[in-house]
């Protein structure tokens, strides 16, 4: 399997409340961010969502879809989501928020391999086109937010 660490960071003129809720809203994500697809929750979690199982479909400039399982591990509102990704990557997945003067910081840390038989193949060569997919899709979630809020997006990255 091919690993691959990545750390996003988005900064929006918005108070936390309202980005935590749109985060947290995942099955609401292809509303707003392109690049996702579907967001489909097979099993519920607890009264904060601990425990929760959703399906992600993510669809980008590449010509392949990507599809994975997420279970919900931890939960501190409006600080901090955490999951444990399963199928066509798997790893962990950590979602931050940091509110300070009138602003919110968001930072995503992904840690996953590959494990469809042709991207670890391809990932000797593929792994610098991978990562700009990703970088991508990423830079869409923070333009897609801010404008889902109404607000600027400050920073990406």
């Not at 097979?42 to 425990?51: C, P, S, T």
Request: proline share 4%; charged share 25%; glycine share 8%.
């Amino acid at each position: 399997m091919a690993r691959y660490e990545f750390l996003t960071t988005w900064c929006l003129a918005a108070p936390i409340d309202r980005v935590w809720d749109a985060l947290y809203e995942s099955e609401r994500w292809p509303d707003w961010w392109r690049g996702v697809e579907r967001v489909q929750v097979l099993e519920q979690g607890d009264e904060n969502r601990v425990g929760e199982l959703s399906r992600y479909t993510w669809k980008s400039r590449l010509p392949y879809r990507l599809e994975f399982d997420m279970r919900t591990t931890r939960v501190e509102r409006p600080f901090l989501v955490e999951g444990e990704a399963h199928g066509e990557l798997a790893g962990h997945g950590l979602w931050r928020l940091f509110e300070g003067d009138g602003a919110t910081a968001v930072t995503y840390e992904w840690r996953v391999e590959t494990t469809a038989v042709w991207m670890n193949v391809l990932a000797p060569l593929a792994r610098p086109v991978f990562a700009w997919n990703h970088d991508l899709v990423m830079r869409n979630g923070g333009e897609g937010l801010a404008r889902r809020l109404g607000v600027k997006l400050l920073a990406a990255g």
